[in-house]
């Protein structure tokens, strides 16, 4: 069993691609002290992300990497883990963040890159995950919090939120309801590595 962080204070990371609410509530966590963290950089591939508006909003560094700049994902990767490392970053929460992510920079943060899905994993991976749940007719469904590893969604999972799925959901209903979770959920997940509370048993994470 390995103990993926000893307690303290994180030196955190968001990789964002878009609107920003997850980043947002992780914020809002990090201010009223529930989240024992420093929110050091906003990271984000798209210029226009409503997250760099939200970071400099709240006086956060945004920083924008053009991926198509680079000639390959491996050189945007250590571009990046060069930048986190001169932030002396310590762990990455993806929200929203539309891509996957490859071996240079899960080698550079073993077991401490996380990310939120808005499903309940293992169902329902990849993009548009609520109107999946909906098209398969599942009762309920909900966000989960895992570690990132070289799948799409495949890493060992941190927490779950369940939700209701009712018959006249839409994908913006059973969203929206699922988002709520997410908020709530996604700081308490990175708080339990603030705590040195999180173990790797194989596939399985135990909190402790
Ligand atoms: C969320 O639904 C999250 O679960 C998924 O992407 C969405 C990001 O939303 N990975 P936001 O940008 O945090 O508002």
Same mark, same amino acid.
């Given at each position: 069993m390995i103990r993926v962080t000893k307690p303290g204070k994180l030196r955190l990371a968001v990789l964002a691609s878009g609107r920003g609410s997850n980043f947002d509530a992780l914020c809002r966590a990090v201010e009223s002290g529930d989240l024992n963290a420093e929110l050091r950089l906003l990271i984000s591939d798209k210029k226009e992300a409503l997250a760099i508006k939200k970071a400099k909003s709240r006086g956060i560094k945004p920083v924008y990497i053009e991926p +198509?700049?680079?000639?390959?994902r491996e050189e945007y990767e250590k571009t990046m883990v060069r930048i986190l490392n001169d932030h002396n970053i310590n762990m990455v929460a993806l929200a929203g963040y539309m891509r996957l992510v490859g071996s240079t920079f899960l080698q550079a943060f073993n077991l401490r890159v996380v990310n939120i899905h808005p499903a309940l994993l293992p169902s329902f991976t990849g993009l548009h995950a609520q109107k999946q749940a909906l098209d398969y007719g599942v009762r309920y469904s909900g966000c989960t919090v895992h570690i990132v590893d +070289?799948?799409?969604?495949t890493g060992p999972i941190i927490m779950q939120s369940v939700v209701p799925v009712y018959q006249d959901d839409t994908e913006e209903s059973l969203s929206s309801r699922i988002l709520v979770e997410e908020h709530k959920i996604y700081w308490r997940a990175l708080q339990l590595f603030a705590e040195g509370r999180i173990f790797i048993d194989g596939h399985k994470v135990i909190i402790k």
């Open positions: +198509a700049e680079f000639p390959n +070289a799948g799409m969604d």
